[in-house]
């Protein structure tokens, strides 16, 4: 299938920018598109392509300065990564299979509800008095545990296990091996040196529109809930610790960990490889940088935050460029002792 | 059914301070508990709570001071966490369901030998030659290979991987995902760049009453054992390299890694994505702080390190506190020496 | 099974040093070592053992000096940790057992091509238009989406998930828990501060030899490729984000992440735990140090970092060195301003 540039356009709520009947029939990336695809740009690292790239048409952003001539006709929209995300979303839509029915061998509880419109995969487990809502979507391996509740829509990828008693809102989207609902890491010290299990009798509350990436682990709350609320995006082989919040539409990139009990706000970036300790806060639009350590609560609204033990942004960066001198500095301070033990000499 | 808390304070050995008739049905959260529920008080960062809960019994420490008058019974003990575990072992003991049986489909391999009153949940996959004791309980989607052992009453969550030839204790507990007895990562560079698979030939020995996290990593070893000690209590997403040893009682926080042959002493605390080097030791009781990265052995008992590379935790504290200052530092060096400048031109 | 000297040292092109007709029946670690096992040594650190293991044959690098007398025979080779692996395979081939066959329940949809003389383990998914190549093992509870294809000799461990239209090349191994082509992290901000997803219609792409760890994380490109090139060798719980790509023979130790569009080189060194920004390139034979954040790229074949930030290891290593000294730093500027201010007051 061909699609013009005017098609698009039009699907995007974009303005053409050449002409309008050029057609692609498929995506590529900019640096690599041939003739005949679409691409896109909205980094700016990546603009050179612009003029060499073979792709027919280009997604732009609206204001987007053009230096050179160039032969592709190019789409202008206020946004141009979420015009191409639309894009990619429509295309899917054409192309995905839709997959519902119930694979044999599978494991289903003659307690659980299912909805309509579903899907559930071999070899998964569906444990007692689960309930599937309608259109939801469990792949291969997929464990839940009694009790557990699946909002409507929602898609377990393949080996997905959710414990007893936790739920899932409607919309959401769990990538394969994620764990959701093992126990919290709670264990008292003992005089002798041994550990005492606290049980974990809590659970975990997934709301809607939550993604969640592959082999994460959320763990279920002492008493009470573990809660990433509606909107939070979650990539891969991240750890949420049993009693954390997690705001709406915070997003957490890869290997990121939050420790127990800590509540984070809405609208929270956190980089990957981060690490926020047990039981602090963290103020609605705070960033907090890749690999940082934060050892304390942030009260302060779209604060920003870098290193280890992490701090101020603005200030951290400095203190870090200053750090590579070090060597130099102490050389310096060595000098001036030298200087001054001399000046101190002849005064005498 | 409802708890009074003269019973409460009984079953934990402890002094009722307020009323002892006073009753609970269930748990809460000190900063969340409504009436007719009981919570308990050991962080003092929540002491506030102790005034404003709504909870009807608090459990808090035998020595807790009162400054405002407050509502709650009080049941005091000599640690409130440990009596709060107990607890909740004796609530779970009498609300979990005793789950036995062999649940189809399932795998069994016709040598495998079968202990009493076990569990074997359905897509369980259990090899040649496994061994599981009495009362052990093997959820759906586990996979033992062949020459396997499971102690006495030990748990294996859903999904949990266990290799050919590996040896778990007696009450052990697995949670989902987790693998153990993976290759090593062992690999002879060659000449021409490329890497000569070592193959790893050894297992991993997990002893008793070991506990271990969500999507875990534990590598067996090139040859001989890796091994986690009796009692030691490992969280998730952690890396265990080939040939690593882990004390008794020690704690691994999430995300931390441990790279080859480093042997961890007992009763050593790891916090959550610090990372050990290969090679080295770690003395008895030593702790090592969130995120550090300890490059070289801990021969002195309870030592404490923090940072990266980790140093001592003292030292390395008021290191990062006076890096944060360093632009200032430098600005207060460029002054003395254009004053030092100054006074040496003077001088001639 | 006895094995004599000369013969092992006939096996690994090797030279005895000692009794040739010394016979060992097992392999031990040399400080573990009993008699009639063999054991090597490559590691400096281990040195001391030589002279005190009890193993009857030692396998060492051609020039390895000898100071003490020593009772077990030697056979010199001209790397000692490359003839190990070759004799630790040569035993394996020996020992494992040839594990062929379909192993039922499994799930092997219609449309699939099975090549010849394979292994499918029990709970295996083998989804629609699936291609596996001759001597493939596919272990139990391995999901393998639509259209995915599986090269020759390849062995998928226990667990592993992999998503539709993912390609792995051949004689790969992919140890349990891994999940290949999870969707990248790809999320438009809207206005309201939500989230519009953006669908990743690309794939993963495994290149021959390619050896992957336990609970590893390999993300589908947005659209083209995530591609790991051939000879590459990746620990556990490392996280591969969207558009990557690792060269040639670079290996990755546990842990490690790579934000999505980052470009590798060839026999690249990345540490446990290091980080990598998005949109970077990692030049050829460059080491990036454990726990290191690389945020720039490394244009310079062979540069070596380390830190977080990270930069040119040499130089941070003397930061860091000079970095723990900074309260006594301070402490000399102090002093120095103090003498100065005297010597100003003095002038005047």
Known sequence: MQFPAAQIAHLINGKVDGDPTVAVA??????????????????PKYEDHLYTTAASIIIVNENQEIRQPLKATLIRVPDAYSAFATLLSKYQ?????????????????????????????????????????????????????????????????PGVKIYHHCVIGANVTVHAGTVIGSDGFGFAPQADGSFKKVPQIG?????????????????????????????????NLIQIAHNVEVGHNTAIAAQAGVSGSTKIGNNVMIG?????????????????????????????????????????????????????????????????????KHLMAEKV
């Open 203 to 235: 659970n975990v509350v997934i709301e809607d529109y939550v993604e969640i990436g592959a082999n994460t682990s959320i763990d279920r709350a002492t008493i009470g809930s573990t809660i990433i609320k509606s909107g939070a995006k979650l990539d």
């Open 26 to 43: 498929s995506f590529g990336k900019i640096e690599e598109a041939t003739d005949g695809q679409l691409a896109f740009l909205a980094n």
């Open 93 to 157: 839509e054409i192309v995905a299979q839709q997959t519902v029915g119930i694979q044999e061998p599978s494991y289903i509880s003659k307690t659980a509800q299912l909805g309509k419109n579903i899907f559930i995969g071999a070899f998964a487990y569906i444990g007692e008095n689960v309930s599937l809502a309608d259109g939801v979507k469990i792949f291969p391996h997929v464990f839940l545990g009694e009790n557990v509740k699946i909002g409507e829509n929602s898609v377990l990828n």
């Open 272 to 340: 990957g490889q981060a690490g926020l300790a047990g039981h602090i806060q963290v103020a609605n639009g705070s960033k907090i940088n890749a690999q940082a350590g934060l050892g304390k609560s942030l009260k302060i609204p779209n604060s920003s935050v870098t290193g280890s033990p992490a701090y101020n942004y603005n200030q951290a960066i400095r203190s870090q460029a200053t750090a590579r001198n070090l060597p130099e500095m102490e050389k310096r301070i060595k000098e001036l002792e030298d200087l001054v």
